[in-house]
Each structure stands twice: as C-alpha cells, then as structure tokens.
C-alpha cells in the first residue's frame, strides 16, 4: 500500500506560478515511477507528467512543456510539479499518481492515487 497525499494548490492569476508536493507514506518511492494528473470538472483526467524511479526519465503533456516541471526528492518520499507561466487553462484538480509498473504516461500504469489538490487560475 502507499498512500498519497498532494499540497500546494490555491487560487493564482495567469502568468503566476505555484509548485505542488505529493507526500509518499506506507512505502517508500524509490522504486516507484510518479506521475501528475489533473481534471477539470466535465471533463475526463489527463495525463500532465511523470518521473522514473530514477528521476533520469520524464514526460510531459504538450500543453504544460516548458511551463511545468516534475522533481522528485527519494529521501523525503515526495514528488513536486512546479508549474510556471499558469493560464486560466490549467485550472483543474491535480491528482499524484505512483506506479510500480512500466514508465509511461497511462493512468492504466498507476495504481495508486491522491485526492488532490485544486489550482485554480484566473485572468
């Protein structure tokens, strides 16, 4: 079991940044691939970034590349996306995700999740 707990979502005009954390506990990430996802309401949960195990190998939507950044930190068991350059486009509640599977950027991949925490962008 691992369970995940994201922070760091809140309410930011456009052009603004914020960076979330998701906080790993019940077993430790190191061998975990991590990923964000987020959703908006009406509309189905997407794919946003992932992280290896390693940290060596990422991927990223085509709508957040360059503006949003994945990291992860194995000794703190946490994941973070530092999202730049936000636009009212990105509001949605974000999801962490982890997968003992392959890498890649299907939700099918993740078997675990976070509840989320909501980023709300404004004009």
């Known amino acids: 079991q691992v369970q995940l707990v994201e922070s760091g979502g809140g309410l930011v005009q456009a052009g603004g940044s914020l960076r979330l954390s998701c906080a790993a506990s019940?077993?430790?990430?190191?061998?975990?691939?991590m990923g964000w996802f987020r959703q908006a309401p009406g509309k189905e949960r997407e794919f946003v970034a992932a992280d290896s195990w390693a940290g060596i190998r990422t991927l990223y939507a085509e709508s957040v590349k360059g503006r949003f950044t994945i990291s992860r930190d194995n000794a703190k068991n946490t994941v973070y996306l530092q999202m730049n350059s936000l636009k009212p486009e990105d509001t949605a509640g974000y999801y962490c995700?982890?997968?003992?599977?392959?890498?890649?950027?299907?939700?099918?991949?993740?078997?675990?999740w976070g509840q989320g925490t909501q980023v709300t962008v404004s004009s």
């Open positions: 019940g077993r430790t990430m190191r061998n975990y691939s």
């Open positions: 995700a982890a997968s003992a599977a392959v890498f890649t950027s299907s939700p099918l991949q993740f078997g675990y």
